[in-house]
Each structure stands twice: as structure tokens, then as C-alpha cells.
């Protein structure tokens, strides 16, 4: 299987309405995928319609994108971001709403009073922002605001005019409830039940506010865009209105109704005015038809509102299927209940029937997700032409929906090309391509396929990894070889000994070590015994497969890093160095045989990010991801907070770009490195010793014996440094510029095997040699003293995570 390279895309600016529901995806992806699978014009489909974002792009990349939806909201919401109402349409819906009148009052004064509280400086009459409430409590105990007259500002306790306007409200809650549920559910319904459930998760008052509007919108008159907008704007309100706002937040992206312990009630006028802007700015101005209606050939989006078995026939016959897109559905059960919910507030209960199960279920465990998934890929299969490309994404990622999403594929047909994985905060991107019309039986498990891949990529990566991606090595395995369980519809049991499989391969293996505080096996790192050694045949795999990707040859560093950026060691053997053919500087190390771990994935991305900023400068974090992804695809996708970490030490940004620092030029730091070489021998000389050069080492010698050995380092490549440093690990001493101290601290709190190693030996600072060439008295003594009082760890290292 070739490993495909991650493709890396831009965080949007604005996140979107919604958007702790919708997965979180970047900008980028998909239309920098589709070209090289199908030309601009041909149809593209998104068979789950789950993030609108997704065909949004695609069709503004000039791609004609069928889409299915389920999901009324989300339709709602695909229907919006493609075209939005006119900023003017917003502000005349909510003015009118704002204008019309309740009793003697203006609606929208009114529902402005419901959040008015006294300012505690200066006691004017004031709208609070939210109100805090602990659960289960008559009223909210504390308030947030921004006072205009004053500017005091902040959370304030609850004042009693609060308690007692929040208590108003609840008397005359029993009637906004029925109102609330009918529109959802009719009383003989039973489902009803279920929809009085989900509007617990609403306060009195956001529920009076809700009710209140949804119920005046039909008397308003307004013209169909003009509803369309007020629609979106209580959209908004709906999500912002109900309990699943902890505070403080931990839960950012809710997938269960549960009430948190304190949460915040939102000021739902504010959020209307808000919800304006959120949706004006996502609008992307994309034509959509609904089906069959076709869109030009230039792009657009067709919508099909519905089931994809009831699109399958009729695609098959009419609509040519280059190229399949899609965010892979993670069972939501907070979204998908209050989307029903939404859906019988905005649009009456015709239009939550066809979305009523979601209504009834509560829980949605792996086994239904693979079910599912498997009941959607068998309609997508039938849909396909052999060989039909498919790019999903998989957001939120954990070894279980892995399995599910694989194995649901796998039964239905797909074939797994690649999986590129980046952590377990990236969606994992999976290609698949469309295999051929067989009935599959699942041929039986290896486990020693899956330890050889699992192996096989801890070697690679030179570095511990996480189980999510010792477990996506072990799938990968088992994919390959159309080996992956699966009993029909049973994916319960299923699902469970693949994960025991992979578990089973992990632990009664003694190669592999578990890095953790004893926990479950799915925590903490995983690594390999230092030395591993693989049958022959599985190395000739390993190098045909990193030679065809691009990627690092066995011991040696990635391709065309020649140490241009990187420069450390750079000089002969004589301690007055003259400059070294490059050829001479990165080396495959003599202590680093075929059969062992390559170098460090953190100390490959240092030499690429490096060696890229060197001939590419004013490069944009996008560019050096391009550059570097392709180099490590696959499993082996580097973090970003790697590359920050390596930028932060290297480089500085102005305005968006990236440049490396003057000091940090291959040629300046050749010229330092040999000064700190020619420091070792002096202050060697000062204490009586010789120095000598072997290979990367200096050595102080006396009387021929061996007293000390230094490794200077340009770099933070203190994984090669270990490695190429042959001598007894009590006499080593690496040596680090300043200014990689924080870098070096970052790869040694994220892997555990180098932190043990590294503790074997000095790390010490040039600043350290340069203060002890001053000193007037040096002694031995002194010596040991200063060197052991230099820990790395005093260094200001930022703490990223990763
Ligand atoms: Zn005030």
C-alpha cells in the first residue's frame, strides 16, 4: 500500500454557525485533492452530506458535487453557506421581528428586558451577555456583563432583581413548554415523550424568548428570503439557547444531551444580532439545484434530500460518479436530537418525520456506526464504477471509529489505498478506491501481518507513537489483506476482536514497549526494544516502500537535506576545521545498521523544515506542510505543533511568512560551531588534556587514555547525536546552542525512550563553554561542577504539547 502524503489545508477565520456540531475541518483539502483524481466539471459525490463546508469547496473548485442529506439542519445549513440571504434582508427580518408589537410594547424591547440586570458599580439598568446557573437550581447565580455606562465588566453575583425576574418567568413556563413540543410532536404522538425530553435541555426563559419568536414569525409577512434569514438567525438562537454551554468550558463540541454541572445562559437577542454576521460571512455564493435539477458544468451543487438508497437507482443511470468526497458521519446524539427538535420549531413536524429516529435514540455506540456506515458504503458501491477514488476524512478520530469506518468499507467493497494520519486531533484522511463487484468473505486475521506493520512503522518513525497510531498500523494490516472481521451485521462482536487482535499483537510481543502510567493499553506511547530485528523479507518491504514514497532511505536523513540547513559537525578532523564536502555531513551513522530504528521523526522534520526555510524563504506555514508531508506521508505526518516547535527556534515570522534568523544561516552557524570546537580544546588544554577529532566526536585524551567526549550540535538533533556517540555514556557531553535548548526540551518531553537516553549523558549550553574559557582559575573540579549545573530543563523551553 503506498502511504499518501497528509494534506494539509488553513484553519477557516470564521468557524460558522453551529460550528461546535459541524465537523471541524480545514480549508483547502478537498480542492487541492480533486484535481489530480478527475477534472474540474466532472461530478463529484458527497454521499453523507455531513459537513457543508466540504461540498461548498468542491464546488467552488469548479466541480459539479451531488449531495445527499438527511439531516434537515444540515440541509438548512448547506443551503445557506451556498448562497445566504443579502446583509439588507437580515437587518429588515430582525428589524421587523424587533418592530412588531407585543401588547403595548415592541417585541424586541421586550424580549431585550427579559436580560436586564443592574450594573453593580454603578447601578443603572443594564443587558447582561449571559447568566450562569448551577444545575438543577431555581435561579441563575451569577451574571456577566459589560456595563456601557461605566465599564465595569466581568462576572458579578447574581443580584436579587436577577433571582426574581428568572423566577417570573419560570411561573409561566408549564404553557411556552406545550407550545414548544407541539410544534414537534403531536399530542397522541409517541414520540412525544422524547421531544419533551430534549426541550428540557432548555431554561424558562431561553424557551419563552424561542417560542415567542418562532410563534410570530408567520404573522410577520416577510418576504421568503427575508424568512429565510430570520430562520438562520433563530437557528443560531436555538443552538445558543439551550444547557450545553459549560462553564467553565471544557466541552467544547457536545455529543450528549447532558445537563453540566454550571453552565451559561446566553442573552438570545444578542445571539440574534450576532447569528447575522456568522452567516453572511461563511456565504460562498455557490448555485445549488435541487435534484434533478443539474447544475452548470462550471461547478455547483445538486442537492438530494433524502436517503442515498433512494438515489442509488436513478444516479446509476443518469449521472457519471468521478470522484467521491465525504466527512465520514460520527453519531452525534446531542446534534442529531436537537436538530429534530430545530427542525419542528422552524419548519412545523411535517419536517422532523422523516428525521424523527433521532428523536428515539439515545445511544449510539461503534457497532451502529459501523452498521450504518456499512448500509451507506454497499448504496455508495453500487453507485461507483470500478476504480471510482474515494477521499474521506474522518474528524475526531479514535482507534474505535478507525476500525468502525474500515471495516464498515471493507465489507462493502471499498478498498483501502492509504490512511494518512497527523494526530489524534486532525482528522485522518482515507483514500479508498472502489474494488471490483466480488462477494467478499473476510479472509482470516494475521497476527503476525499486523505485528510486522505495527513494527514496521515504529522503525520508520524512529520514535515512540501514539495507539491511535500503533492501531491504524495494525488496520492498515488487516485492510491489506481483506482480513478485517466482520459478521454481517453483528459488528459488535466484530469490532471487538479486531481490537483484541491488535491488543493481543501489541502486548504478547516483547519488542514493543508501552509507555504509560500503567493504564489502559490504548493509552501513553508505544515503542520498539531499541534494537529490533526483522525477518529479511519484510526490510526489502519496508525500503522498496519508503524508496517509491520519497521518503527517508534506511539510516540515512530526508532526501536532499545534505545538511545544507542543518550544519553540525560541519569540518574535518582537525579541531581548526576547514569546511567538509557536504557529503560529509549527513551521513548514514556506522552505530545505525539497516535492521534498526531510522532517525527520529522529530529530528527529520527539524532537518526538513530547516533545509526548506534555507532555499525557500518568506514561506507561509502552508508551504513548508506541502513540502514536508510528502517527504513523511502516511502514519508518519508530523504534528504541527512539531513544526512549530522548529520554526519558534529557527525562525522568525513577519507578517505571515516564515524566515529563517541571520544567526541561524547554514554559513554563521558553520563559523560558531567551529569557534565552539576551538573552545572544547582550549579549555581541554587548560586542564591538561589533549583534544582529537574522531569522526563527529572531540576527545580529550591524557596519557592516551579517554577522559571526555563533546558532540557539538548546531541543531537540536540530539536523537543523532546519541546515536553517532560510540563512547561511554558517563564521559559524553553534548553540546546545544542557546537557542535550540527549548526545541531539544520539546523532543525530549514528547518521547519517552530519547528522554531516558538522554538522561545518560551532559547536555550543556555554548554559553557554558564561553563562560568557562573566561574564568581565570579552571580546574577539574570547577569543570565537573559547571557542566553537571547545566540542565537542559533550566532552559526557557515552551511547553507544547504533542
Ligand atoms: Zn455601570
Redesign the pocket.
Known amino acids: 500500500m503506498d502511504s499518501q502524503a497528509y494534506i494539509p489545508g488553513m484553519k477557516p477565520v470564521e468557524p460558522g454557525p453551529l460550528a461546535r456540531f459541524t465537523p471541524p475541518l480545514e480549508e483547502g483539502v478537498i480542492s487541492a485533492w480533486l484535481p489530480s483524481h478527475t477534472s474540474a466539471g466532472s461530478w463529484v459525490l458527497d454521499p453523507f452530506g455531513f459537513s457543508p463546508r466540504l461540498a461548498l469547496e468542491a464546488a467552488r473548485a469548479g466541480y459539479r458535487v451531488l449531495v445527499t442529506v438527511n439531516n434537515p439542519i444540515t440541509r438548512f445549513q448547506l443551503e445557506m453557506s451556498a448562497r445566504s440571504p443579502s446583509e439588507t434582508d437580515f437587518k429588515a427580518a430582525l428589524a421587523d421581528l424587533a418592530a412588531s408589537k407585543k401588547g403595548e410594547e415592541r417585541l424586541g424591547a421586550h424580549l431585550q428586558s427579559l436580560y436586564l440586570t443592574p450594573?453593580e458599580?454603578?447601578g443603572?439598568e443594564?443587558y447582561a451577555d449571559s447568566f450562569l446557573w448551577r444545575k438543577g437550581e431555581e435561579a441563575p447565580y451569577a451574571r456577566i456583563y459589560t456595563?456601557p455606562?461605566?465599564e465595569?465588566s466581568g462576572e458579578r453575583e447574581a443580584n436579587p432583581l436577577d433571582i426574581e425576574r428568572a423566577k417570573k418567568i419560570a411561573a409561566t413556563d408549564n404553557l411556552h413548554r406545550s407550545r414548544a413540543f407541539e410544534r414537534v410532536a403531536a399530542l397522541e404522538d409517541e414520540d412525544r415523550v422524547y421531544a419533551e425530553e430534549a426541550i428540557e435541555h432548555y431554561l424558562p426563559r431561553p424557551l419563552y424568548f424561542l417560542t415567542t419568536v418562532i410563534n410570530r414569525i408567520d404573522s410577520l409577512n416577510l418576504t421568503p428570503e427575508r424568512r429565510r434569514a430570520l430562520n438562520a438567525l433563530i437557528l443560531v438562537a436555538c443552538d445558543a439557547g439551550n444547557t450545553l454551554w459549560d462553564h467553565p468550558t471544557q466541552r467544547r463540541r457536545p455529543k450528549q444531551l447532558n445537563i453540566p454541572n454550571q453552565f451559561r445562559e446566553h442573552n438570545l437577542w444578542t445571539q440574534l444580532e450576532r447569528g447575522l454576521s456568522r452567516w453572511t460571512e461563511t456565504s460562498s455564493g455557490v448555485v445549488m439545484e435541487p435534484w434533478p435539477k443539474q447544475p452548470a458544468e462550471s461547478g455547483g451543487i445538486c442537492l438530494f434530500e433524502g436517503r442515498l438508497k433512494d438515489l442509488a437507482e436513478e444516479v446509476k443511470k443518469e449521472i457519471p460518479i468521478k470522484a467521491v468526497i465525504g466527512s465520514l458521519p460520527r453519531p452525534n446524539q446531542a446534534f442529531w436530537t436537537l436538530s429534530a427538535l430545530w427542525a419542528g420549531w422552524l419548519w412545523g413536524r411535517e419536517a422532523v418525520e422523516p428525521y424523527k429516529p433521532a428523536l428515539r435514540r439515545r445511544r449510539y455506540d461503534w457497532a451502529w456506526n459501523a452498521t450504518a456506515l456499512k448500509a451507506a458504503f454497499t448504496h455508495l458501491f453500487d453507485m461507483l464504477h470500478l476504480g471510482t477514488p474515494f477521499f474521506a476524512l474522518l474528524f475526531e478520530p479514535e482507534p474505535s471509529s478507525l476500525t468502525a469506518a474500515l471495516t464498515a468499507a471493507g465489507a462493502a467493497g471499498l478498498d483501502l489505498t492509504s490512511a494518512a494520519l497527523r494526530t489524534q486531533h486532525d482528522p485522518i484522511q482515507l483514500f479508498w478506491t472502489s474494488g471490483e463487484h466480488l462477494k467478499r468473505q473476510p479472509n482470516p486475521a494475521d497476527i503476525e501481518d499486523v505485528r510486522k506493520e505495527i513494527a514496521a512503522h515504529l522503525i520508520e518513525r524512529g520514535e515512540p507513537a501514539s495507539y491511535l497510531h500503533v492501531h491504524a498500523a495494525g488496520l492498515i494490516a488487516l485492510a491489506k489483506s481483506h482480513a478485517l472481521k466482520q459478521k454481517d451485521q453483528e459488528f459488535d462482536e466484530a469490532l471487538r476482536e479486531t481490537h483484541s487482535l491488535i491488543q493481543t499483537a501489541l502486548e504478547e510481543d516483547p519488542r514493543f514497549v508501552h509507555f504509560s502510567g500503567g493504564e489502559s493499553l490504548d493509552t501513553g506511547l508505544w515503542g520498539l526494544q531499541s534494537n529490533v530485528t526483522l525477518p529479511k523479507e519484510h526490510r526489502d518491504d519496508v525500503s522498496e516502500a519508503t524508496l517509491a514514497t520519497g521518503a527517508p532511505r534506511p539510516g540515512g536523513s530526508v532526501p536532499g537535506s545534505a545538511g545544507e540547513g542543518l550544519s553540525d559537525n560541519d569540518g574535518d578532523s582537525s579541531v581548526m576545521a576547514q569546511k567538509a564536502p557536504l557529503s560529509h555531513i549527513v551521513p548514514a551513522s556506522p552505530l545505525r545498521g539497516e535492521n534498526d530504528m531510522k532517525e527520529s521523526l522529530s529530528d527529520r522534520v527539524e532537518v526538513a523544515v530547516v533545509t526548506f526555510l534555507q532555499k525557500h524563504p518568506n514561506s507561509i506555514f502552508l508551504e513548508i506542510e506541502q513540502d514536508l508531508y510528502p517527504r513523511l506521508p502516511g502514519l508518519l505526518t508530523p504534528s504541527q505543533a512539531m513544526i512549530y516547535a522548529v520554526l519558534s527556534s529557527y525562525a522568525n515570522r513577519e507578517s505571515g511568512a516564515w524566515k529563517l534568523r541571520a544567526e541561524d544561516l547554514a554559513s554563521a552557524r558553520r563559523d560558531e560551531l567551529n569557534h565552539i570546537a576551538g573552545l572544547v580544546e582550549t579549555i581541554g588544554r587548560r586542564l591538561g588534556y589533549t583534544t582529537r577529532r574522531q569522526d563527529k566526536n572531540y576527545l580529550w585524551e591524557q596519557n592516551g587514555a579517554l577522559e571526555r567526549t563533546f558532540y557539538i550540535l548546531a541543531s537540536a538533533l540530539v536523537g543523532r547525536a546519541l546515536a553517532e556517540t560510540p563512547y561511554p555514556s558517563g564521559q559524553t557531553v553534548i553540546v546545544i546552542p542557546g537557542g535550540r535548548a527549548a526545541l531539544a526540551a520539546y523532543k525530549i518531553q514528547r518521547d519517552p525512550s530519547l528522554a531516558a537516553h538522554i538522561k545518560t549523558v551532559q547536555v550543556v549550553k555554548y554559553r557554558l563553554l564561553r563562560t568557562l574559557v573566561e574564568l581565570p582559575v579552571l580546574t577539574r573540579e570547577t569543570f565537573e561542577e559547571q557542566v553537571a549545573g547545566d540542565p537542559l530543563e533550566k532552559s526557557k523551553s515552551q511547553m507544547i504539547m504533542f
Open positions: 450594573c458599580k454603578c443603572n443594564i456595563c455606562h461605566c465595569d
